[in-house]
């Protein structure tokens, strides 16, 4: 196989699926097209201002020139473990498990290949999931499988197991005994748990869980990493700030790694990091945002027949008109409104489309007389 005249061994590209948004340019054009113009629910990315003390915080750290550390700083290490406590009652946790990286998206999409798992090996995503876990395991050359229970793995022994509650797209929210059983039944074949709780802090209509609660882990965190993101709860999507936590084993074991490769997060993002995990304020103050605009949301897609399944928790609503997702895509991109078909996210989904609540006020006011016309 040539390449620009390079013969290469492998094009990772041709192993991975079509990037879903780029499948949607048709019903983007069509809802651009409305009178009053678009109104973009596909892509969860924040549109309210970045809080003062953040961007004090940023611009206070930009002075310096040097190279910082993968591990990142000790305040960092040490605000992420008060804000898991405070936040999401997290214990046992210090700052030796806790791993600055660079948006959790590249985290995802790494981790596997980084834990050293590949060809061979089975890493289990939960059956309607966000692309990246396939990918990361695709990646790696391991197997991706899709299963939300024991029951569908059966004598499954995986490497690697993803979880994501509050799950995007679904908003479901998974109970304290269901993680459980799934940590048990992970650790009886030596398997990791990788769980995505980026949008931990926003559950609506029913308490979430981090599997480093106690209440959930029983305060041993062998096997477990919590991925977090500070791109939801605090607008921080542009500075790409999250951080990994849990086993100091497995954060040890990332680390020496991402030494290697350089992936550190820079300087100024990690002072701006400390200031939104210090503060509690701003969070709460977005959370009612989005709260007001859920609201607003939800009565305006019940009042045009949909259905919203789940979505207890997160940034998007899940809704249906029991019908092929990209109909549905079409449907509302007629009265210029773009969602996410939920085909995006595994056969699974795909009779229901993803409805993101960050957009502005004024947009969502939109979406509701659009609806309700």
């Avoid at 948004?21 to 970045?50: F, M, N, Q």
């Avoid at 990091?273 to 607003?296: F, G, N, W």
Wanted: hydrophobic share 45%; aromatic share 6%; net charge negative.
């Amino acid at each position: 196989m040539t390449t620009s005249g390079f013969t290469t061994r492998r094009r990772v590209s041709g192993l991975l699926p079509d990037f879903p948004w780029d499948t949607i340019g048709d019903a983007r054009a069509r809802a651009a097209g409305h009178p009053d113009g678009i109104v973009d629910l596909s892509v969860g990315t924040p549109v309210d201002p970045v809080d003062p003390v953040i961007r004090s915080a940023l611009a206070a750290a930009s002075e310096f020139p040097g190279y910082p550390t993968t591990v990142g700083i000790t305040e960092l290490r040490e605000a992420a473990v008060s804000a898991m406590a405070r936040r999401y009652g997290v214990a046992g946790l210090d700052e030796s498990g806790v791993l600055p990286v660079i948006g959790t998206k590249e985290a995802i999409a790494g981790i596997v290949s980084t834990l050293g798992i590949g060809a061979g090996d089975v890493v289990v995503i939960p059956e309607v999931a966000y692309p990246t876990y396939e990918v990361g395991a695709i990646l790696a050359g391991a197997t991706p499988v899709r299963a939300d229970s024991t029951v569908q793995l059966g004598p499954t022994s995986p490497a690697l197991v993803f979880l994501n509650s509050p799950s995007n797209p679904t908003g479901k929210v998974l109970g304290v005994e269901h993680l459980r059983k799934m940590i048990g039944w992970a650790r009886e074949r030596g398997a990791i748990v990788v769980s995505d709780e980026c949008y931990l802090g926003l559950a609506w209509e029913s308490e979430a869980y981090s599997i480093l609660d106690p209440r959930v882990s029983d305060g041993d965190h062998t096997g477990l990493i919590a991925v977090h993101s500070l791109s939801k709860v605090s607008n921080l999507a542009s500075y790409r700030a999250g951080f990994l936590a849990g086993d100091r084993a497995l954060i040890a074991e990332l680390l020496a790694v991402r030494k290697h490769a350089g992936l550190i997060v820079p300087f100024p993002i990690q002072g701006a990091m400390v200031a939104a995990l210090d503060d509690d304020t701003h969070v709460q103050a977005q959370r009612e945002r989005y709260r007001s605009r859920r609201e607003q949301l939800v009565a305006a897609v019940q009042a045009a027949g949909f259905r919203i399944d789940h979505s207890e928790a997160g940034l998007y609503l899940w809704a249906t008109r029991d019908e092929d997702s990209r109909v549905t895509l079409d449907w509302l991109a007629d009265r210029g409104i773009l969602v996410a078909p939920g085909d995006f996210y595994g056969p699974a989904g795909n009779r229901h489309v993803r409805m993101a609540l960050t957009a502005s006020d004024e947009r969502i006011a939109a979406v509701a007389a659009r609806l309700t016309a």
